[in-house]
């Protein structure tokens, strides 16, 4: 089993349509937990990052977390083309370290 | 705030030379860096943790005598890829923690390209 799992994609969904992003990990004393966009040939830049179970909201971004189930995802509202690219999970397993392991990112196009 | 350079950006050598990259915080101070590698349709596969200061930590697998790691100062480190071969070709990105700030944050670095012929 992957540490940090995510469906590769491609996932596709039309302009003005709520895009849902999913990641699983394993290590149930995870303590932190990040979203990273990567556009082809570039860095990741970080969107978003949760800590405490529930909903966390920036402008159309949504991130949730539920630790019992050992997920974390992020919502786009109201996608926009632009906002195709990888999306990256990112999970920082225990505090003090600051080490990320990584999902291998799904791929969202955004349908004009 | 939050940025970090890497330089090159690009940059293409023969094969069994040394390759040095550097990465700088610009606008903060980072006691923590971070360096990465991305192979093509892959994720990121943390290299090895560079601390200020004291030797670097190196994941599984990563040979520290072919990648040498120095963060010598607060808002500077190098990776120097040492005898390159052809399979080291990649995108090699480093990321900064703020030393100030409070949460566990990565800023990563622009990514440098290395193509060793």
């Known amino acids: 089993q992957k540490e940090v799992e995510q469906n590769s994609g491609p996932l596709s969904v039309p302009e003005g349509a709520i895009a849902s992003l999913n990641c699983t990990y394993s290590?149930?004393?995870?303590?932190?937990f990040f979203w990273y966009r990567q556009y082809s040939g570039k860095s990741p830049e970080l969107i978003m990052f949760?800590?405490?179970?529930g909903d966390k909201e920036d402008g159309r971004f949504t991130a949730q977390l539920n630790k019992a189930s050992q997920y974390v995802s992020l919502l786009i509202r109201d996608s926009q083309p632009s906002d195709s690219a990888t999306y990256l999970c990112?999970?920082?397993?225990?505090?003090?370290?600051?080490?990320?392991?990584f999902g291998t990112g799904t791929r969202l196009k955004v349908l004009a | 705030g939050a940025v970090v350079s890497q330089h090159p950006s690009r940059v293409i050598c023969k094969s069994g030379t040394s390759v040095k990259i550097e990465c700088r915080s610009l606008?903060?101070?980072?006691?923590?860096m971070f360096w990465y590698r991305q192979f093509p349709k892959q994720s990121l596969m943390l290299m090895a943790t560079?601390?200020?200061?004291?030797?670097?930590?190196?994941e599984q697998g990563v040979e520290k005598d072919k990648f040498l790691i120095n963060h010598a100062s607060l808002t500077l480190s190098t990776l120097t890829v040492t005898s390159a071969h052809p399979e080291d070709s990649s995108f090699y990105i480093c990321?900064?923690?703020?030393?100030?700030?409070?949460?566990?944050?990565?800023?990563f670095g622009p990514g440098t390209r290395l193509t060793v012929l």
């Open positions: 949760i800590y405490s179970n």
């Open positions: 990112a999970v920082n397993k225990s505090s003090g370290t600051y080490k990320y392991i």
């Open positions: 606008d903060f101070q980072a006691t923590t």
């Open positions: 560079s601390n200020e200061g004291s030797k670097a930590t190196y």
């Open positions: 290590d149930r004393g995870s303590q932190s």
């Open positions: 990321s900064a923690r703020d030393r100030g700030g409070w949460g566990d944050e990565q800023f």
